[in-house]
């Protein structure tokens, strides 16, 4: 197992785990058997205690009593004071005679580093705090030999019963493998009934399979306690498993130390349960995430392809990388950013109280007059939310909008993933929209949409007199709400969508004078999908494959509503910005469409039906969360629907099996017909698709999951022949 890097310890906070991790291999040898009873050569008129060990003409021998050795070794063994060891237990106490002859070099480095993590709280020059890896490599070898001696000297027991027999509580055994997927697990006994899995070896022809599929994985020559899983054409160690504490080890997680939360996450997992229904997956490593348990590599027994986050990115995974913008298409960064809303009441914080973002971590800018302040603003200020409604007016229970949460969003992870500085990216944003409006109602030659190029117009003006440049590179847009409740149909709505997003590139650029395109990110309306039909829903989908410039980005079923079960709350409000700030970062900084999880096609043969998705990374089926009947999905043809089972997410698919023969008109559904258990939004719709995305934030000290949640689809099913 690799030590960190000495760069690598950048804070006190993280000499605590590696302080912790050289303790626990000393808590493991301090406990063996024998660790402290060794007493090197048999001397004459030396007084020995019961269990101590000594060597005699190369051989081990144990006290079988207390006693003071008389002048003859014979004689005592004659009177029954010495027994000898057989070859294998003479083998585990010889390499525990290691173990506890290290202790003093072990009690050593642990107090050096102590010494060194008072030096670095003190802030003093951490380049003169030397760790000697060499000493502690050294010491964490003797541990690790004896540990896995130990256990090799056991040997393989065919059933756990015999293992666990034959063993004393709190003891290690290994048991032999199935001869398909487990080659060997390593348990420990709890009791004379009970035993635990510390350990799974997966079998090499599984280990095999996996890598014969995955181009650029390789078998790791490695032979040290390591489990290897993949390694680099060298033979070295890209992924592995510590066959003693169960970490991820190698090159891989090493990188992903850099990743404080990931880190964390990985490295309290070990061998880890996959909370997935699809029982042919074996996991080989997990992590918590708010969903349950997160498989970071594992591998499907029935195809041999690999699974996991890890998996993906060691390569071992295709068609997951992200799909760049046409050059034409691609955003130009100015000295000020415009990211402005436009929608109804979900774009100005209605239900928003109180406001959460009062306080502007970064250089991001909005109105003197606050984000949702009057036309005619000739002043800025720092981004920060108030309690004003629409137009600047102060009544009404707006607070918390989509802004903040957006713009702060984008620049901090254009900070982490890009490498900028907060002065590299200076965005300005505000919310000129209007609560309780149809999409007509905002469109050009409205009161609202003129209200919303005065805000364009305004910050233009703001960044010129500071002398800065000025473009706005997308507008963030949520509507359709109303149009449900007042049953706009799918035709009209199409319409009034795609002419938006056109007039508002057209006025915008005319407005600012930049020449790279005013792109739409458009948030999916998971409100009265089913008394509705989903014809807004259907209609912002279709807008979104026909425009180049709007980009789908979510669906609301997950983000928290308030009470009247129509609008968010401000954790809402706050979540919905943040996940608007990460597309518009991959839109903006990487030149990539949005990265988003919807249907894109579905086959059926025989009675099997399987929907493939767009996906940034492998699917899951997430039942904890909001269980929805099928998980959200419905197949229906012109006779009704027809009866699903055996639902299963694979990584870009979705399979299921049919309970009957589809007829004429087959189509499948996603999130259009069945509400989650525990929402309430009105005559809403919900799923419990995503993807394995791992990102979460921290709002009112609660973690919330960003992970991309299937966005509502209708797909027709296309009936392919028996092959």
Not at 62 to 65: E, F, K, L, M, T
Not at 261 to 269: D, L, R, T
Not at 461 to 467: K, L
């Given at each position: 197992?690799?030590?960190?890097a000495?760069d690598?310890?950048?804070?006190?906070q993280q000499?605590d785990p590696?302080?912790?991790?050289?303790?626990?291999?000393w808590?493991?040898?301090?406990s063996m058997?024998?660790a402290?009873?060794a007493?090197?050569?048999?001397?004459a008129?030396?007084?020995?205690?019961a269990?101590?060990y000594?060597?005699?003409?190369?051989?081990?021998y144990?006290?079988?009593?207390g006693?003071?050795?008389?002048?003859?070794?014979?004689a005592?063994q004659t009177?029954?004071?010495?027994?000898?060891l057989?070859?294998?237990l003479?083998?585990?106490?010889?390499?525990?005679?290691?173990?506890?002859?290290?202790?003093?070099?072990?009690q050593?480095m642990?107090?050096e580093?102590d010494?060194?993590?008072?030096?670095?709280?003190?802030?003093?020059?951490?380049a003169?705090?030397?760790?000697?890896r060499?000493?502690?490599?050294?010491?964490k070898?003797?541990?690790?030999g004896?540990?896995?001696s130990i256990?090799?000297?056991a040997?393989?027991?065919?059933?756990?019963a015999?293992?666990?027999?034959?063993v004393?509580?709190?003891?290690s055994?290994?048991v032999?493998?199935d001869g398909?997927?487990?080659?060997?697990?390593?348990r420990?006994?709890?009791?004379?009934?009970?035993?635990?899995?510390?350990g799974i070896?997966?079998d090499?022809?599984?280990?095999?399979?996996?890598?014969?599929?995955?181009?650029?994985?390789?078998?790791?020559?490695?032979?040290?306690?390591?489990?290897?899983i993949?390694?680099?054409?060298n033979g070295g160690?890209?992924?592995?498993v510590?066959?003693?504490?169960?970490?991820p080890?190698?090159?891989?997680?090493?990188r992903?130390?850099?990743?404080a939360?990931?880190?964390?996450?990985?490295?309290?997992?070990g061998i880890a349960k996959?909370?997935?229904?699809?029982?042919d997956?074996?996991?080989?490593?997990?992590?918590?995430?708010?969903?349950?348990?997160?498989?970071?590599?594992?591998v499907?027994?029935?195809?041999?392809m690999?699974a996991?986050?890890l998996a993906?990115r060691?390569?071992?995974l295709?068609?997951?990388?992200?799909?760049p913008?046409?050059?034409?298409?691609?955003?130009?960064?100015?000295q000020?950013?415009?990211a402005?809303?436009?929608g109804?009441?979900?774009?100005?914080g209605?239900k928003?109280?109180?406001?959460l973002?009062?306080?502007?971590p970064?250089l991001n800018?909005?109105?003197?007059?606050g984000?949702?302040?009057?036309?005619?603003q000739t002043?800025?200020?720092?981004?920060v939310?108030?309690?004003?409604?629409?137009?600047?007016?102060n009544s009404?229970?707006r607070?918390e909008?989509?802004?903040?949460g957006?713009?702060?969003?984008?620049?901090?992870?254009?900070?982490i993933?890009?490498?900028f500085s907060a002065a590299?990216?200076?965005m300005?944003?505000?919310?000129?929209?209007?609560?309780g409006?149809?999409?007509?109602n905002?469109?050009?030659g409205?009161?609202?949409?003129?209200?919303?190029?005065?805000?364009?117009?305004?910050a233009k003006?703001?960044?010129?007199?500071?002398?800065k440049?000025?473009a706005?590179?997308?507008?963030?847009?949520?509507?359709?709400?109303t149009?449900?409740?007042?049953?706009t149909s799918?035709a009209?709505?199409?319409a009034?969508q795609?002419?938006i997003?056109?007039?508002?590139?057209?006025?915008?650029?005319?407005i600012t004078g930049?020449?790279a395109?005013?792109?739409?990110?458009?948030?999916?309306?998971?409100?009265r999908a089913?008394s509705?039909?989903?014809?807004?829903?259907?209609?912002?989908n279709?807008?979104?494959?026909q425009?180049?410039?709007?980009?789908?980005?979510?669906?609301?079923?997950?983000?928290?509503?308030?009470s009247?079960?129509?609008?968010r709350?401000?954790?809402?409000?706050?979540?919905q910005?943040?996940?608007?700030?990460?597309?518009?970062?991959?839109?903006?900084?990487n030149?990539?469409?949005?990265?988003?999880?919807?249907?894109?096609s579905?086959t059926?043969?025989?009675?099997?039906?399987a929907?493939?998705c767009?996906?940034?990374?492998q699917?899951v089926?997430d039942a904890k969360?909001?269980?929805?009947?099928?998980y959200?999905?419905?197949?229906?043809?012109d006779t009704?629907t027809?009866?699903?089972s055996?639902?299963?997410?694979?990584?870009?698919e979705?399979?299921?099996?049919?309970g009957r023969?589809?007829?004429?008109n087959?189509?499948?559904?996603?999130g259009?017909?069945?509400l989650g258990?525990g929402?309430t939004?009105?005559?809403?719709?919900?799923g419990?698709?995503?993807?394995?995305?791992?990102?979460a934030?921290?709002?009112?000290d609660?973690?919330?999951?960003?992970?991309?949640?299937?966005?509502?689809?209708?797909?027709?099913i296309?009936?392919?022949?028996l092959?």
């Open positions: 197992m690799s030590l960190p000495r690598q310890l950048d804070t006190p000499w590696f302080k912790g991790w050289l303790q626990q291999f808590d493991h040898a301090a058997p024998y402290n009873k007493r090197g050569s048999w001397a008129g030396t007084a020995y205690a269990g101590d000594v060597e005699r003409s190369g051989a081990l144990i006290a079988q009593s006693h003071v050795s008389s002048g003859s070794f014979t005592d009177a029954g004071r010495w027994s000898f057989d070859s294998a003479a083998a585990a106490v010889s390499i525990n005679a290691k173990v506890a002859a290290v202790d003093g070099q072990i050593a642990l107090a580093l010494a060194q993590a008072a030096v670095t709280e003190t802030g003093q020059n951490r003169a705090v030397a760790v000697d060499a000493a502690i490599e050294l010491v070898g003797h541990v690790d004896a540990l896995d256990l090799i000297a040997g393989d027991f065919p059933t756990d015999a293992g666990r027999a034959a004393a509580d709190g003891e055994y290994r032999e493998g398909a997927r487990v080659a060997v697990s390593r420990r006994r709890i009791n004379a009934d009970e035993s635990m899995i510390t070896v997966p090499s022809r599984l280990i095999e399979k996996m890598v014969d599929s995955a181009p650029g994985l390789y078998l790791s020559t490695s032979t040290s306690d390591v489990l290897p993949a390694g680099d054409p160690i890209l992924l592995g510590d066959a003693v504490s169960g970490t080890v190698g090159v891989i997680p090493d992903l130390r850099s990743d939360q990931e880190f964390a996450a990985m490295g309290g997992a996959y909370d997935n229904p699809a029982d997956l074996l996991p080989i490593v997990g992590a918590p995430d708010a969903g349950g348990m997160n498989v970071q590599l594992g499907y027994a029935s195809t041999g690999p996991g986050d993906e060691i390569g071992a295709s068609g997951y990388s992200p799909v913008l046409p050059m034409q298409a691609r955003s130009v960064l100015a000020v950013n415009g402005p809303s436009l109804q009441s979900n774009t100005v209605a928003g109280q109180p406001p973002s009062t306080v502007q970064y800018l909005t109105f003197a007059g984000p949702k302040a009057a036309a005619g002043a800025s200020k720092p981004c939310e108030d309690s004003l409604s629409e137009g600047g007016v009404g229970d607070g909008t989509i802004c903040s957006m713009v702060n969003w984008m620049t901090r992870l254009a900070m993933e890009n490498g590299d990216l200076v300005f944003t505000s919310a000129p929209g209007q609560g409006q149809k999409i007509v905002i469109k050009k409205t009161v609202f949409y003129t209200r919303f190029l005065a805000h364009v117009t305004a003006a703001i960044a010129t007199a500071a002398g440049t000025y706005v590179q997308f507008v963030a847009f949520i509507e359709g709400e149009d449900c409740d007042e049953g799918y009209t709505y199409l009034e795609l002419q997003a056109t007039d508002i590139d057209i006025d915008v650029r005319a930049q020449t395109p005013v792109h739409m990110l458009l948030v999916q309306c998971s409100y089913v509705s039909g989903g014809a807004i829903i259907l209609a912002q279709e807008a979104a494959r425009h180049p410039l709007i980009h789908l980005v979510n669906p609301t079923y997950y983000i928290p509503f308030s009247d079960n129509l609008h709350t401000n954790v809402g409000h706050l979540l910005g943040r996940i608007l700030g990460r597309a518009g970062k991959e839109l903006v900084i030149g990539n469409v949005p990265s988003k999880v919807i249907g894109t579905a059926a043969v025989g009675l099997e039906l929907v493939r767009e996906t940034p990374r699917l089926i969360t909001y269980p929805a009947t099928d959200g999905i419905r197949v229906l043809d009704g027809v009866p699903i055996n639902i299963r997410a694979l990584g870009r979705v399979t299921m099996t049919l023969a589809l007829g004429t087959p189509r499948v559904r996603y259009l017909d069945y258990a929402l939004i009105t005559a809403g719709a919900s419990n698709l995503r993807d394995t995305t791992p990102d934030c921290l709002i009112t609660t973690s919330y999951s960003m992970a991309h949640r299937a966005l509502a689809f209708q797909l027709p296309n009936v392919l022949e092959a």
